[in-house]
Each structure stands twice: as structure tokens, then as C-alpha cells.
């Protein structure tokens, strides 16, 4: 029953920190408008990226390692920790595209963003599930509460706010793991980048797969437009994510599945497939055009649902090919769909604007399904 209940609050976990950032979306276009939160979001795409590469993969990589050294689990992290700081020094190139004062507010902000993202691995290894949502819900409400408390919008004044709430969450994780009492090592090793890079590439693959479309419309489309667009892609973000949910309690015993039991889960995932995605859009169309009145044509909610349906008959496949241990084409593909995404998306936009990324989206889903169906079939013939 333990082992049940740490599933479930994980799973809320999963649900609850994405959810979170939605409702600060949604309050920050509320509150100051598309224009102003756009502003917003053009630079936290940026600081989201150069904290997903000073990540590096850690996550999946120490917990691999905890696993075969426990007794070095906070000499590894710190270790890890130390590393992995030399890759900050990147986004310093801030400083070439925004203001002073707005690029160091950045760079501090994915600084201590990769020091409380650190502690992801040791909290899915001791399995702190409720405490760390505990933490996220402390966070979120800070940051809520100080964006009611602007008036009128100052870009400076939020990145302070968002800043001192990822501050508190430091603070609160480092006494949730106790840190003053564990043994603290100060140590570079290099080689913790090259052996956490293999995990790294793959998050990236998958990471460059789901965002490019973002960056295109961060790079050339005004504000209003980026913090619209964003909005809904969160949205539908997470209507995609349930396919993942509702897989986390039998990640571990899938490795272990035989044939039929994973056509048995093929073919539930095709039965709550369409039913959930066209709830999910429904609703997602009713909160976005009738709360926060976006101003999209229902085509583009169209355009939507069909985007998110592949990632439901995708998903066991995938899960297959890791069983396979076939990582590496999973990498190929997701690169190849985001090339192929990037450049279609490029055409499409320059030809017929915002709705050509819906569209460049919407066939880039359907031909990564197409494309992880023919290398799960290349593996039952062989």
C-alpha cells in the first residue's frame, strides 16, 4: 500500500507543478495583459533553455549512480553539483540580447534554478514526493501573491519576484535532505559531463522535439502573440502529459511485460485515446476563449487536438523501444522531427504566419508516430 501511495502523490507531483505554472500564465496575461506577459515570456524561454543545459542530465544519471554507490549518495551530488557549474558560463550570451540589468536578473535566476533542480535526483531517490510538493505549492503561492501585489508590469520587478520564490524553495529542499548535517565534498571532476552527456542527449532530443516551435515564435513574432501562443501550447502540453501519467505506475513492470500484455495496453491507449483528447480540448477551448479570451479560431483548436492525439498511440511504443534498449533511436527520431519541424514551421510561418506552427506541429506529431511505429515493427520482425 506504501509503494501505491508514493506512486499516486508522484503522480500528482507530475500533474500539480506543471498545473501550477499554467494558473501563473493564465493570472500573468490576466493581470497585465498578452502584450506585457509576452515580453515575459520571450526571456523565461530563454533562461528555461540555458537551465535545462546546465542540467545536463543529472537527474537520470545520479540516480543510476546512488543506485550502485549508496554510501556516497551526497558526496556524488556534491560532486555532480560543483561540475556541472561550469555550465552556466553560456548563458552570459544574454547579455548580447537584453538589457544589463534584465540579462543578470536571468543569469541569477538560472543559477539558482540549477542549484534547486539539483535536488530532483536525490528527491526521486529517497522518494520525498509529498514534501517537494509541498515546497512547489510554498513557491507557487509566493510568486502568485507578489504578481497581485504589482500594480502595473515591470519585467525587472517580476524576474525579482520569481527569483526570491525559487530562492525560498532552495532553502526550503536543502533543510527537507538536511544538508548542513551530510558530508560536503568540494570537487570538479569533468568527467561527470561526459559520462551524464548520453543522458543528456536524450533529454535534449526530446526537449529541441517539443519546444522548437516556441523558439520560432519567440524569435519572430511580437509579445502578444508569444504569451497567446504559449499559453495554449501549456495547455495542450498537458493534456498530452496524461498519456505519461497514466503510464508511471507500470513504468518499472512494463521492462518486464511480455507481447500481449503490451498489446493489451495498445489497445486501451486507442480506446481512451480520442474520448480524453476531445474532453481535454473542449475544455482547454471553453477556459482559454471564454476566461482569458485568447482570440483563437476554433481550426486552431482543431489543429490542436489533432496534434495531441499521436502522443497516445505513441507512447507504449516508446516505452517498448527502451525496453529494447533502442534509446539512441529514439534520439535520431526526435532530432529528425525537429529538424523537420524547425523547417517547415520557418516556410509555413513566413507564408501564412502563426497558424503555419499549428500546422507544422500537427504533421510533425503524426510523422514521429508514423516514424516510432515502423522502428517498434522493425523489432517484432527481427
Not at 502595473?152 to 519576484?161: H, K, Q, R
Not at 516505452?319 to 514551421?345: D, F
Amino acid at each position: 500500500m506504501n509503494r501505491f501511495l508514493k506512486i499516486g502523490i508522484n503522480i500528482i507531483r507530475g500533474i500539480t507543478v506543471p498545473l501550477l505554472n499554467f494558473i501563473i500564465i493564465l493570472s500573468g496575461i490576466k493581470h497585465f495583459g498578452k502584450n506585457n506577459w509576452g515580453e515575459y515570456v520571450s526571456i523565461i524561454v530563454w533562461i528555461s533553455f540555458f537551465t535545462f543545459v546546465a542540467n545536463w542530465g543529472n537527474k537520470d544519471y545520479l540516480i543510476r549512480k546512488y543506485s550502485q554507490n549508496p554510501s556516497e549518495i551526497y558526496s556524488n551530488f556534491y560532486m555532480n553539483l560543483f561540475s556541472r557549474g561550469l555550465l552556466i558560463l553560456p548563458s552570459f550570451v544574454l547579455f548580447a540580447f537584453f538589457p544589463s540589468k534584465i540579462a543578470l536578473l536571468s543569469i541569477f535566476i538560472i543559477l539558482i534554478s540549477y542549484a534547486y533542480n539539483s535536488f530532483e535526483s536525490l528527491v526521486i531517490y529517497q522518494q520525498k514526493f509529498g514534501p517537494q510538493l509541498v515546497v512547489e505549492i510554498i513557491g507557487f503561492s509566493f510568486f502568485y501573491g507578489a504578481l497581485y501585489k504589482l500594480s502595473t508590469f515591470d519585467l525587472a520587478s517580476v524576474l525579482e519576484f520569481y527569483a526570491l520564490s525559487i530562492i525560498l524553495k532552495l532553502i526550503l529542499i536543502s533543510f527537507l535532505f538536511n544538508l548542513r548535517n551530510k558530508p560536503f565534498r568540494l570537487k570538479i571532476a569533468l568527467n561527470e559531463l561526459i559520462l551524464s552527456f548520453p543522458f543528456f542527449i536524450l533529454g535534449l532530443s526530446g526537449m529541441i522535439s517539443s519546444k522548437i516551435d516556441l523558439y520560432l515564435v519567440t524569435v519572430f513574432l511580437p509579445n502578444e502573440i508569444i504569451s497567446s501562443y504559449q499559453t495554449i501550447t501549456t495547455a495542450f502540453l498537458m493534456l498530452q502529459a496524461l498519456s505519461v501519467f497514466i503510464t508511471a505506475p507500470i513504468n518499472k513492470s512494463f521492462y518486464r511485460s511480455n507481447t500481449k500484455v503490451i498489446s493489451k495496453l495498445k489497445i486501451l491507449f486507442k480506446k481512451i485515446a480520442i474520448p480524453i483528447s476531445i474532453l481535454g480540448s473542449l475544455s482547454i477551448w471553453l477556459l482559454l476563449e471564454h476566461y482569458i479570451k485568447l482570440g483563437f479560431e476554433w481550426h486552431i483548436y482543431l489543429l490542436c487536438f489533432l496534434s495531441s492525439l499521436p502522443v497516445f498511440f505513441y507512447v507504449i511504443p516508446i516505452l517498448n523501444l527502451y525496453k529494447e534498449k533502442l534509446e539512441k533511436k529514439i534520439v535520431y527520431s526526435n532530432l529528425l522531427i525537429a529538424i523537420l519541424n524547425c523547417a517547415l514551421g520557418l516556410i509555413l510561418l513566413k507564408r501564412i504566419g502563426l497558424e503555419g506552427i499549428f500546422i507544422s506541429v500537427c504533421v510533425s506529431q503524426w510523422l514521429f508516430l508514423i516514424l516510432i511505429k515502423k522502428l517498434e515493427n522493425s523489432i517484432s520482425q527481427s
